[in-house]
């Protein structure tokens, strides 16, 4: 008999907590299953074992910060006097937490259980490079294309979700031009569907040193990068933004304005559009709902309680600033006693949403 479907309301889910996306990369590279595509000899390992040193590292991909960890990368179309000579050209040491492995079993052959044994030993592991996913494709009779691809971009996608890690995978694109670089990319959509992000790198003349990084994924936004190659340093420099966006800094915008403004405050209680009105924010009240409600433990760390809750129609945001509470000095300097929060939260009928 199947087991019953467990569910959750929608009214439940929109106050759960949950923890945010990890970014491995801000603004780049979330958890999840990625694939990284570009013609052969292109440049794709220089720029994948770079990305992977500097994330093991914790230093930044052009302006974009990165959070450190282990990383482990499947080379597995080099040899490790290749890999040594690579590493020695990017930099003259490397971070205990890069691991290289030269060998793996494939896909649903064993690979999975060989990534979860590092993870294991590695709990602090947040990527995983291999480089290429040819290499560890164990292709089917019994399946058609489409129904391998799918299958196989499934199990990896299933421990990057399970451990919130990005497994990045390095692939070909087709011969065949397309409008869409997206299209290019070898495979069916059985792959390219079930990815979490595509990055295609690309040239306009294979003689050229600069390239298109065209990004697009479920859980960052749609971008495109003009970057050229360093021949003698061997890395791969950001030269533009082709979306006209301005890098994001490490705080979150949305997120200092609302610290700023109940700090300011001290309470509000209202609707998410009353909010964003009071604090003169561009942030759509969706937006900035979803921020709070994805930032709660954030938001606590600085001193700011919020909960919410519906009342009659509409969804009222509760916001209240708790300072630390500084044991040499009697005084709260007028912001409101500790001791009540709890008691303002649990009636917040008694505040006024324009206090």
């Known amino acids: 008999m199947p087991n019953k479907l467990i569910t959750i309301t929608g009214e439940e889910l929109m106050c759960k907590e949950l923890p945010p996306t990890r970014m491995v990369v801000q603004r780049l590279i979330p958890q999840g299953l990625h694939v990284l595509a570009g013609a052969p000899k ?5 720029l994948t074992l770079w990305l992977c040193l500097q994330v093991a590292r914790g230093e930044a991909i052009w302006e974009m910060a990165s959070e450190a960890g282990s990383v482990l990368y499947l080379c597995l179309e080099d040899s490790l006097v290749r890999i040594q000579e690579r590493m020695l050209d990017l930099s003259d ?11 793996a079993e494939t896909i649903g052959g064993g690979l999975g259980k060989q990534i979860e044994d590092f993870l294991v030993e590695h709990p602090d592991t947040n990527l995983i490079a291999i480089d290429t996913l040819q290499r560890v ?8 294309a489409y129904a391998n691809d799918y299958r196989e971009t499934n199990l990896l996608k299933q ?7 990005a497994i990045l ?23 390219t569907g079930a990815v979490d992000g595509l990055y295609v790198l690309k040239k306009d003349s294979r003689r050229s040193r600069a390239a298109k990084l065209i990004v697009t994924g479920r859980d960052i936004e749609d971008r495109e990068f003009t970057l050229e190659f360093d ?9 533009s933004d082709d979306s006209g966006e301005a890098f994001a800094s490490s705080a979150d915008e949305t997120l200092a304005e609302v610290v700023a403004f109940i700090k300011a405050e001290e309470i509000f209680i209202g ?6 009105e009071k604090m003169g924010s561009r942030t759509r009240p969706n937006i900035l709902s979803k921020k709070l409600v994805q930032n709660q433990t954030a938001l606590a760390e600085m ?11 509409q969804r009222e945001i509760t916001l209240i600033y708790e300072p630390p509470v500084d044991d040499g000095n009697d005084s709260n300097d007028g912001k409101i006693d500790s001791g009540l929060v709890s008691d303002l939260l649990s009636q917040p009928s008694q505040l006024s949403s324009s206090a």
């Open 42 to 46: 292109i440049g794709k390992s220089w």
């Open 93 to 103: 040491s490397a971070p205990p937490t890069l691991h290289f492995a030269t060998m």
């Open 137 to 144: 494709r164990n292709v089917s009779g019994d399946l058609n």
């Open 159 to 165: 421990i990057a979700d399970e451990h919130r890690i």
């Open 169 to 191: 995978l390095v692939h070909h694109l087709r011969k065949q031009g397309d409008d869409d670089p997206i299209n290019m990319v070898s495979g069916t959509t059985g792959l």
């Open 231 to 239: 021949r003698q340093a061997h890395v791969w420099n950001f030269i």
């Open 271 to 276: 609707t998410a559009s009353q909010l964003a």
């Open 303 to 313: 001193g700011i309680v919020f909960s919410n809750s519906r009342t009659g129609k």
